[in-house]
C-alpha cells in the first residue's frame, strides 16, 4: 500500500515550539542558549519538529572560512517526531528559509558528534561539504559527573582554581565538521577543504576487520551477508 | 520455562551489576507490582546468582515479599551470562515511543489508573497528553543571526557609555 504523500509546511517557529520538540524529539533532550533561528515543519498542518541554527559555541565560528559571526552560523539541531517527508527535504528547505530572511548568511556549519555514533548522513545525502574532525575539546570529570569543558568553566568561573582535589581533566571526543556555502563565492573558497565523507561507524569497522590479516571472505560469503 | 517461586533471601545479587537503581526507581517498579503483580519472574543461574532483575528483588523487599517467581537459565555459559546480564538491560533501552500512539493508550486509562504508577515523571505526562500542535511563529519570534546587537558598558575611566562590540566608538 502506497503511503499519501503529506503537505510540508515549513515556516518560523516560536521558541516554545522549538524547546518542546528538542526537549522530547532529540537525543541531546535540550534546546541551546543564545541567538536561536527557529525554523518549522508541518505536515498537513500538525508540527513534526524544528531545524535549529545558532551563531554557535563561539565567535570564531565562521574564521577559518572568513566569514565574519554574521556571515557564518550553526545548524545545531534537527529535531523531528514520526513524519514522511525525509528528513534531508527538510533541512534544505529549512535553509533557504533561513536564507530569505538572513541576506548576509554565506555559510552553514554542522557537526556530527562521533561519541553518540553519528557520522553526518544526513549531511552527505545533501552535499554539504565534509572539513574533517575538530580538535577533541577537554573536558573535565568531577564528582564522579563528566561536563563539557566550556559549560564547567562557565558555571564555575573563578573558582575552578579551588577546585583541582578530585578534578579530572580528559580529551573529550572529536567531532566531524560539515559546510554549506550559500552562494558561489564561498563555495570556491571552502571546497578547497573538502575531504573524503567518513563512512558509518559499522562500515568502518567492517573494513578494518577487513584490512586485518587472515583469510579473505570470499565473494559469495559477502554476498551472502546482503 | 518453568517458573519457581524461590524465597527471597536465597537470590544472590551479581556483585558486578552495572546497572544502577535509585531509590525513587525501586519505589516505581514496588508500585507496579503491587498494582498488577509480581508479573516478570526473576532470571537466576544454578547457584540461584541473579541475570536479570535486580530492582525487582529489592522492589520486593521493600514491599516485605519473602517469595519471589523465577526462572532458571541454565544454559549459558560463564561468558554468555555476563552478556545477557548487559545486553537486557541495554537492549530494552534501545527502542522509542510512538508519541502519538502513546498519548492515545494514556488518554485511554487515565480516567481508571494513576498514571504515576508507569513510570513517566510529571513533565513526560504533561507533554505526552496535552498532544501539542504548535502554530507557526513568527520572523520576531527569531534571533538576527546576521546582525550584532550593540552591547553597551560604561567605561571604567571616564564612566561613557559605549558600543562594547564596536570598540571604534570609544577611544581615550
Known amino acids: 500500500m502506497q503511503m499519501t504523500k503529506p503537505h510540508i509546511h515549513i515556516d518560523w517557529a516560536t521558541h516554545e515550539a522549538a524547546k518542546y520538540a528538542c526537549l522530547n524529539w532529540h537525543y541531546s533532550k535540550c534546546l541551546p542558549v543564545g541567538k536561536l533561528v527557529k525554523v518549522g515543519a508541518w505536515e498537513d498542518d500538525k508540527f513534526i519538529g524544528v531545524v535549529v541554527f545558532g551563531r554557535g559555541a563561539n565567535k570564531s565560528l565562521g574564521e577559518p572560512y572568513d566569514c565574519s559571526q554574521t556571515e557564518c552560523c550553526e545548524l545545531v539541531r534537527i529535531a523531528m517526531t514520526n513524519h514522511i517527508t525525509p528528513v534531508s527535504q527538510i533541512m534544505m528547505i529549512a535553509i533557504k528559509f533561513l536564507k530569505s530572511a538572513h541576506k548576509e548568511l554565506q555559510l552553514i556549519v554542522s557537526f556530527a558528534d562521533i561519541e553518540k555514533g553519528h557520522h553526518g548522513g544526513i549531511y552527505q545525502a ?38 583541582d582535589k578530585g578534578l579530572q581533566i580528559i580529551k573529550g571526543a572529536q567531532k566531524h565538521r560539515y559546510l554549506m556555502p550559500l552562494n558561489d563565492t564561498i563555495k570556491i573558497k571552502v571546497s578547497k577543504l573538502s575531504q573524503q565523507y567518513p563512512k558509518r561507524i559499522k562500515e568502518q569497522a567492517l573494513e578494518n576487520h577487513s584490512n586485518l590479516e587472515g583469510a579473505t571472505p570470499i565473494n559469495t560469503l559477502q554476498l551472502s551477508e546482503l | ?67 519471589v517467581p523465577t526462572i532458571l537459565l541454565d544454559h549459558l555459559s560463564e561468558t554468555q551470562r555476563k552478556a545477557y546480564i548487559l545486553a537486557d538491560n541495554r537492549i530494552a533501552i534501545n527502542s522509542a515511543w510512538d508519541n502519538e500512539m502513546l498519548s492515545l493508550e494514556l488518554s485511554d486509562i487515565k480516567d481508571d489508573i494513576s498514571l504515576a504508577m508507569l513510570g513517566f515523571n510529571v513533565d513526560e505526562l504533561d507533554n505526552i497528553l496535552s498532544n501539542k500542535n504548535f502554530d507557526a511563529g513568527t520572523i520576531d519570534d527569531q534571533g538576527k543571526l546576521d546582525e550584532i546587537s550593540p552591547k553597551y558598558v560604561a567605561c571604567p575611566d571616564c564612566g561613557h557609555e559605549f558600543n562594547a562590540n564596536d570598540k571604534t566608538t570609544h577611544t581615550h
Open chain 2, 1 to 67: 520455562m518453568e517458573v519457581t517461586n524461590k524465597h527471597i533471601d536465597l537470590l544472590i545479587p551479581y556483585a558486578r551489576n552495572a546497572r544502577t537503581h535509585d531509590d525513587a526507581q525501586i519505589a516505581q517498579i514496588a508500585g507496579s507490582i503491587k498494582e498488577f503483580g509480581f508479573n516478570n519472574p526473576i532470571l537466576i543461574d544454578k547457584d540461584n546468582g541473579i541475570i536479570a532483575g535486580h530492582g525487582r528483588v529489592m522492589a520486593a523487599r521493600k514491599l516485605g515479599l519473602t517469595e
Open chain 1, 126 to 163: 545533501t552535499n554539504w561539504i565534509y572539513a574533517g574532525k575538530t580538535n577533541a575539546a577537554d573536558e573535565y570529570i568531577y564528582n564522579g559527573k563528566r561536563w563539557h569543558g566550556r559549560a564547567f568553566r562557565k558555571s564555575l568561573g573563578s573558582h575552578l582554581n579551588y577546585l
